[in-house]
């Protein structure tokens, strides 16, 4: 099924903002099947460490929280399930999915920008904890 026009334009407008913020990183696969919708941008770490994180686009958007995983990793990414103390939900298609923001606290006004940048942040955690064994709360707290 199509998305509306409501969401279509909601949808370029996030295109835009994503190509400004991250150029020529963003891949949109199944763009016009509502449902199907995934964004998915390669990331470079601090460590320059390459990670491509995958977001899904509910069929309701922007009502909905999207669902974030890492899809791509260096090395095989742990299996957490679900952890408040490193900020994981589980898996999605076989990857690790990474809590952005509380489901009760999303609300229409939020990008898929600001989702992908809460992301980053999580991965640069990510490695902190590879490389100090602290958790991944130790250098997140509680993300909004």
């Known amino acids: 099924m199509p998305w509306i026009p ?3 334009y909601r949808l370029a407008v996030e295109k835009e903002i994503l190509e400004r913020y991250f150029p020529g990183k963003v891949q949109w696969i199944d763009p016009t099947v509502s449902g ?3 964004i998915e941008i390669e990331m470079t770490s601090n460590s320059n460490q390459i990670y491509r994180l995958r ?3 509910p069929p309701d958007y922007p009502n909905s929280l999207p669902d974030l995983v890492v ?7 742990p299996n957490w ?6 900020h994981t939900l589980g898996t999605r298609d076989g990857c690790l ?3 952005h923001y509380y489901s009760k606290r999303w609300n229409p ?3 898929f920008y600001e989702i992908f940048v809460k992301g980053r942040v999580w991965l640069e955690a990510y490695e ?4 100090t064994g602290k958790n991944l709360d130790f250098y997140l707290g509680h993300m909004q």
């Open 6 to 8: 409501t969401q279509q």
């Open 36 to 38: 199907k919708t995934r």
């Open 55 to 57: 977001a899904y686009v």
């Open 71 to 77: 899809a791509g990793s260096p090395k095989p990414m």
């Open 81 to 86: 399930g679900i952890s408040d103390t490193k």
């Open 97 to 99: 999915k990474i809590c």
């Open 109 to 111: 006004e939020h990008t």
């Open 128 to 131: 902190g904890h590879l490389k």
